[in-house]
């Protein structure tokens, strides 16, 4: 079966250092991978999506910036963070053609 | 863009009655639409989601109904119980999966 992982699952980080957040998916091959954000009450907003190795497509102008150094490895990144970073972050992934996704239990980032 | 919204923000069920959560669109744009049900601290979960060429979807519990004339999706639940508490989710989904959720609606089951 195909399983998710996301961590971690809390971080608090000061504003201007680096972000790392990663997510792997097993079970599956050449997923397409997403993530989201979604600040507190809200619906989630689309940050990054990847359909291949190395292949990012960006869905709004932000802060952050996204890898797939690997078919199943999705990286956020962000090299200074800003206290408007602050939300929960899922990754996701789909198979391709399909439209059913599976999210992670999510990061709660928050930058003070 | 599409943007995809809920009519109520908040919905108050007993429990053994049918929920009802509204979701209207304004752009047709998407091949799928979906339902997602989130718990408190967690990851959106798939619950069931509707082709852009169909009107109506049931699955175990759950009936998806899509008006292209009003554009106007649906989520019903029958027999509401208190595992249903939860924020549900419409989104639109295009050719690559990408999904433009709604705001969300906070779904209270009370005994």
């Known amino acids: 079966s195909q399983t998710i992982h996301q961590w971690p699952a809390t971080l608090v980080q000061p504003v201007g250092s680096p972000l790392s957040l990663e997510c792997t998916v097993e079970?599956?091959?050449?997923?397409?991978l997403y993530w989201y954000r979604q600040a507190a009450g809200r619906g989630l907003q689309l940050l990054f999506y990847?359909?291949?190795?190395?292949?990012i497509s960006s869905e709004v102008p932000q802060n952050l910036s996204a890898s797939r150094p690997q078919d199943r490895q999705f990286i956020l990144s962000s090299k200074k963070l800003l206290l408007s970073d602050s939300g929960f972050y899922l990754c996701?992934?789909?198979?391709?053609?399909?439209?059913?996704?599976?999210f992670g239990q999510g990061t709660r980032l928050t930058v003070v | 863009g599409e943007s995809v919204g809920l009519h109520l923000p908040t919905l108050s069920v007993q429990e053994g009655d049918n929920s009802i959560i509204n979701c209207a669109y304004s752009?047709?744009?998407?091949?799928?639409f979906i339902w997602y049900k989130q718990e408190s601290g967690k990851g959106p979960q798939f619950i069931i989601d509707?082709?852009?060429?169909?009107d109506k979807r049931q699955g175990q519990r759950v009936t998806v109904l899509l008006n292209k004339t009003v554009k106007h999706l649906s989520l019903q639940i029958a027999a509401t119980q208190p595992g249903d508490s939860a924020v549900y989710f419409c989104?639109?989904?295009?050719?690559?999966?990408?999904?433009?959720f709604g705001a969300g609606t906070q779904v209270v089951v009370t005994p």
């Open positions: 996701a992934w789909s198979k391709q053609g399909r439209t059913e996704a599976f």
């Open positions: 079970g599956t091959s050449n997923p397409n």
């Open positions: 990847s359909v291949g190795i190395g292949q």
């Open positions: 752009n047709s744009a998407s091949d799928y």
């Open positions: 509707i082709r852009s060429n169909m």
């Open positions: 989104a639109g989904a295009d050719s690559w999966g990408k999904l433009q």
